[in-house]
């Protein structure tokens, strides 16, 4: 499948996506612990100019003082930097409280593994031949590394560890895991009920595209004992998604994630504790379009304030129907002209239209690599080759200027579907969205 | 002693290698007599040419025995004697490119100690400049070899690479004429053609920009070396011996004096842009590139910006800051880059350009 650049759309569209892209890798830096002070505070700055200068441009009201802008630059970029695990620690100290010391290492599902070379077929690299180090650091795009899966069910409130503690437990054996993602600047609070209380959602499972294994029909990881996640398989899960749909979306509730937060470690737990039976939290781990980070989130507020004119009900969906998205996006290896790589693993073809729109959205993203998993690629929609056909013709011949945003939009997102980001490794952003 | 006598006993002298007769005695004695057999047939071009090959043979020999003579008063006397030996016969024979570029490689051997030349002393380091600034000329006017010049050069820069020896030529009005002079005649004219003449040239000129406002008078007083640095950059956008030396000169002009490049904006930054994808992971050029394209940003924010390079800079700068991970400088760059745009207010016209409505 030949896949056209984002070159060839408007020189200004271009830049546009370009700057978001570089906007986006700037966010990035701030979580870097190896930089320095000094650019630190130059990241903050320049973040604070470029969302001053973006409310400008879309004539947007300020949301933010410097003051608060720079503090969440520096409060992210503290935050990424308390995220340093150490397997050789009894505590695993996550500055999000929600792993318990005697959670081991191996209870995070590392869904990365299964997506290993030999899991994919790579559809199309038009550009590998560009320049010879494309192809080099393109073969890192295939090296996925693991890709560390914390499930809702798992998650107990713990005390957040101090920076010295992290520091104190460094070892030759560190590795970075980003359980918890930086809030994102933009992201406001998710509004609460009209009695003030938040949701509090029942009857949820979790279901986590995010560990596909090779093989298996499985898609979440988290079905170790004692805990109240558990792992079903694809057929279960479309019985389950089935009654659902037969049940009506009122049935489910949205998760404020980012509320909870904020509230006390024990409400935490308690609403922690409800997601895990009550969220039906569908795990998109896009990107890292590196120009759709940004707009992901945007939609979680703005598609809130109601452009739903087509609804797209995603309880409508089966769970082989869901979308799962896997982006690498440009962070930690360097494509040097392109921006950024994308894996997509489609499942169901009652998501043409979606893939419609995100195939819009590639081909402005300059996507030089779709990757169709291995389970994915099982399934009949897949095997009869219509997504995939449909996937490059719309790239080849579809010239749009629909955003990730657009497309957000254009799914009209209802309501009781919420985008948030929910984890932010060294080389990718995962994005949840939930489903009431 | 006839000149054939001379050339064997020069041979002798030289010790070419093991120089059994150049250690036995001392090694201003060795040079001392060299520079006597020179002396001694100065009307022959083939004993003058063997004389500044056999001082730089004796100096070599000399240099790497140094330990066991550790006589550095030695040091300084030899490049003096050398350097009066040579600029003799050149002047006899200013007409023979040959000796001329053997003179220059032998200064260039002299020079290459930067122990020895900070010893020098003004009177010694401003005579050792003007002498290769005389012999690049010359060689110039008579030759279209590149040789001379690179030797030249290469002197000149180690001389430079000397803080002492710098603020003794930027000092001295003749010697900063002549030897400043010299360089933007070599690289005018073979810094396109041979990668070294520029390599040289450029580091000589960030040697003596690394003096305090010495960019600024350069740039004001020669404004063309700024174009000739830009045109040593385009000519040798994929050498990074030359990009390293050349991108931190146009880096020190752009940043420290605000110098005007004849050359466009755009056709800059477009430059740079190259320059930094061809060698994306020299931290030091992608470093000084991409603070010369801040600076050029900064001094023609009037200027309308292309979309197509706007998005080729963003581009580069986003895999660059991702590359350079670890390099707050390259980082700290980027950002500056990013910063300066958004005070040009370029983020706002991109985002109201009616093609992304």
């Known amino acids: 499948m030949q896949i056209k650049y984002a070159t060839e759309t408007q020189p200004s569209t271009r830049s546009r996506l370009a700057l978001v892209g570089l906007v986006d890798t700037i966010r990035h830096v701030a979580t870097w612990p190896s930089i320095g002070d000094a650019v630190r505070m130059q990241v903050a700055q320049v973040i604070e100019s470029m969302d001053v200068a973006q409310r400008a441009s879309t004539g947007a009201p300020p949301v933010a003082t410097s003051a608060t802008a720079a503090t969440r630059a520096q409060r992210r970029a503290s935050r990424a930097l308390s995220v340093y695990l150490s397997r050789d620690s009894s505590s695993i100290s996550a500055n999000n409280g929600l792993l318990t010391p005697d959670q081991s290492q191996d209870q995070l599902s590392i869904a990365g593994r299964s997506l290993s070379e030999d899991s994919y077929t790579a559809v199309s690299t038009p550009d590998s031949t560009r320049n010879p180090c494309i192809s080099a650091q393109a073969e890192e795009v295939f090296a996925v590394p693991p890709k560390l ?38 992201f406001g609070p998710v509004p609460l009920p009209p009695n003030g209380r938040s949701r509090q959602p029942s009857n949820v499972s979790s279901l986590s595209f995010g560990s596909i294994k090779s093989g298996s029909d499985y898609v979440t990881a988290d079905s170790s004992s004692g805990g109240p996640g558990y792992a079903v398989n694809m057929a279960e899960a479309d019985q389950v998604w089935a009654r659902r749909r037969s049940s009506g979306s009122g049935s489910f509730q949205s998760v404020d994630l980012a509320g909870a937060r904020r509230r006390s470690k024990q409400q935490q737990y308690h609403q922690q504790s409800a997601m895990s039976h009550s969220s039906s939290m569908v795990t998109l781990h896009s990107a890292a379009i590196s120009s759709s980070s940004t707009s992901v989130i945007n939609s979680g507020t703005t598609a809130d304030q109601g452009d739903s004119s087509k609804p797209f009900d995603v309880s409508q969906l089966s769970l082989a129907e869901m979308l799962v998205i896997v982006c690498w996006s440009s962070h930690g290896w ?21 893939t419609i729109a995100i195939a819009q959205q590639m081909r402005l993203d300059g996507i030089h690599r779709v990757l169709i998993s291995k389970d994915a690629a099982d ?23 629909h955003s990730f945003r657009s497309w957000i939009k254009r799914l009209g997102k209802p309501s009781h579907v919420r985008f948030k980001e929910t984890g932010r490794r060294k080389q990718k952003i995962d994005y949840s969205f939930f489903v009431s | 002693m006839d000149a054939d006598e001379t050339l064997r006993r020069l041979e002798s002298l030289a010790g070419s290698g093991d120089s059994t007769t150049a250690t036995a005695t001392a090694p201003s004695s060795a040079c001392g007599a060299i520079v006597a057999l020179m002396a001694s047939h100065e009307g022959s071009a083939a004993v003058q040419q063997a004389g500044c090959a056999a001082l730089l043979r004796q100096h070599i020999s000399h240099a790497a025995n140094t330990s066991q003579h550790d006589d550095d008063d030695d040091d300084v006397g030899q490049v003096l004697q050398s350097t009066q030996a040579m600029s003799r016969a050149l002047t006899l024979h200013v007409d023979d490119t040959r000796l001329h570029e053997t003179a220059l490689h032998t200064w260039w051997g002299l020079v290459l100690d930067g122990a020895v030349v900070a010893r020098l002393g003004r009177d010694a380091t401003v005579a050792l400049v003007l002498a290769v600034a005389r012999a690049m000329g010359a060689a110039a006017a008579n030759s279209d070899s590149a040789e001379a010049q690179r030797c030249g050069c290469a ?9 002492e020896a710098a603020v003794v030529v930027w000092q001295d009005a003749a010697a900063q004429d002549a030897v400043i002079g010299a360089v933007e005649k070599a690289l005018a004219a073979f810094g396109a053609v041979s990668s070294d003449v520029a390599r040289y040239a450029c580091a000589f000129l960030e040697s003596m920009c690394e003096l305090k406002h010495v960019a600024v008078a350069l740039a004001m007083a020669r404004p063309r070396l700024v174009d000739l640095v830009v045109m040593a950059i385009g000519e040798h956008a994929t050498n990074e011996l030359v990009l390293e030396h050349a991108t931190n000169v146009l880096r020190r002009f752009a940043t420290d004096t605000a110098a005007t490049v004849s050359v466009g904006m755009a056709p800059l930054i477009r430059l740079l842009v190259r320059v930094m994808r061809t060698v994306s992971g020299n931290a030091s050029v992608v470093h000084s590139a991409l603070a010369i394209v801040d600076s050029t940003l900064q001094q023609r924010q009037q200027q309308q910006i292309d979309p197509d390079m706007v998005f080729e800079l963003l581009q580069v700068t986003n895999s660059l800051i991702l590359f350079h991970r670890t390099s707050d400088e390259v980082i700290g760059a980027g950002l500056a880059v990013l910063a300066t745009l958004i005070r040009n207010n370029t983020p706002v016209k991109l985002f109201t350009e009616p093609s992304c409505k």
């Not at chain 1, 360097?334 to 979606?354: D, R, V, Y």
């Open chain 2, 155 to 163: 002197a000149l820069w180690h001389v430079a690479a000397s803080r």
């Open chain 1, 149 to 186: 899966t914390l499930s809702n069910s798992r998650r107990v409130a713990q005390p957040l560890p101090s920076a010295a503690t992290q520091q104190g437990s460094s070892s030759s054996r560190r590795q970075s895991l980003h359980l918890e993602p930086p809030v994102h600047a933009d």
């Open chain 1, 379 to 401: 399934h009949p929609a897949i095997k009869h080759n219509k997504l995939l056909r449909s996937l490059s013709d719309l790239i080849e011949a579809t010239p749009s200027h």
């Open chain 1, 334 to 354: 360097i494509p040097p002209f392109i921006p950024a790589a994308i894996t997509a693993c489609c499942l169901g073809e009652l998501l043409f239209h979606e």
